[in-house]
């Protein structure tokens, strides 16, 4: 069960990190495309912020899903150097609480997403506003997954690479 969950998992992070990389692609293109429009052809895209801004949200949720899988997330390292024989149920605990914070975002996430469907994106009539309000919940599920697998399978990044 285990094996075929971090198998899983990993197969999701793989996406997820292909995924990041092609919204940050798609970010730096409509970046420059926003600058040479603005100021060398003087007719700016009206709805290049707005998706910018919406794709940033998503890579952010995304993102957090690796940082969760790596353990590189902001954690106590101090009590984990110190926790010894205790370094486990310390990572229980952070996981438990990781969690519980995630079941909180994706509980109220669905729930603004819910609300907004019928709202449209003002330059951008085209999408609805629960677009970007998505990214919440489903960043926060796939966090879950992630918080999870690096329990059962442990990488501390940040512990790593401390000096």
């Not at 969690?99 to 907004?116: A, E, K, M, N, S």
């Not at 998505?134 to 790593?160: Q, W, Y």
Request: with cysteine.
């Amino acid at each position: 069960m285990k094996r075929q969950f971090l198998a899983f998992e990993r197969g999701l992070s793989w996406i997820i990190v292909r995924l990041a990389c092609v919204l940050l692609g798609i970010v730096s293109v409509l970046g420059f495309l926003q600058v040479l429009t603005r100021f060398v052809i003087n007719q700016p895209l009206t709805w290049s912020e707005v998706l910018i801004r919406i794709l940033i949200i998503w890579m952010v949720m995304l993102g957090a899903v690796i940082a969760f899988r790596e353990g590189s997330q902001i954690s106590l390292d101090f009590l984990f150097r110190k926790s010894g024989r205790f370094q486990r149920p310390l990572h229980f605990a952070i996981t438990a609480v990781c969690v519980g914070y995630l079941c909180v975002l994706i509980w109220h996430g669905f729930d603004l997403t819910w609300r907004t469907r019928f709202q449209q994106i003002g330059s951008m009539e085209f999408l609805p506003m629960s677009v970007g309000y998505a990214a919440i919940p489903v960043g926060a599920v796939f966090s879950v997954i992630a918080a999870i697998a690096n329990f059962l399978d442990p990488r501390r990044k940040e512990l790593e690479t401390q000096q």
